[in-house]
Nanobody, 127 residues
């Protein structure tokens, strides 16, 4: 089994920055797993934010939702540690942010493609 633990959420003023971290554990976890970030605001569906997918010997590819491009950066410094640097935060970025892992690199912008989820980290951006 795979466990994912997020950390780094909190309260920040609009225009500020936060960094979320996700650590994966479990004997079956593979460096080839896609690692993604999703978020869910109250009353809304969970939505894709960013993902890193395995390119084999070339490392990892990062992809983003349009609404975070240029503001958020996903990084993966080793197989089990993924971070989401969030800059220029807006009140509409307020949500619970979830780290997730997918065995397959296909369809990684959709929640149904993921096999494991973290417990979530609250991010609140005050105006």
């Amino acid at each position: 089994q795979v466990q994912l633990v997020e950390s780094g959420g909190g309260l920040v003023q609009a225009g500020g920055s936060l960094r979320l971290s996700c650590v994966a554990s479990g004997r079956t976890f593979s460096s080839s797993y896609a690692m993604g970030w999703f978020r869910q605001a109250p009353g809304k569906e969970r939505e894709f934010v960013a993902v890193t997918t395995w390119l084999g010997g070339s490392g990892y590819q990062a992809d983003y939702a349009d609404f975070v491009k240029g503001r958020f950066t996903i990084s993966r410094n080793n197989a089990k540690n993924t971070a989401l640097q969030m800059n220029s935060l807006k009140p509409e970025d307020t949500a619970v942010y979830y780290c997730a892992a997918a065995k397959s690199p296909r369809g990684v912008t959709t929640t149904g493609s993921y096999d494991f989820w973290g417990q979530g980290a609250q991010v609140t951006v005050a105006s």
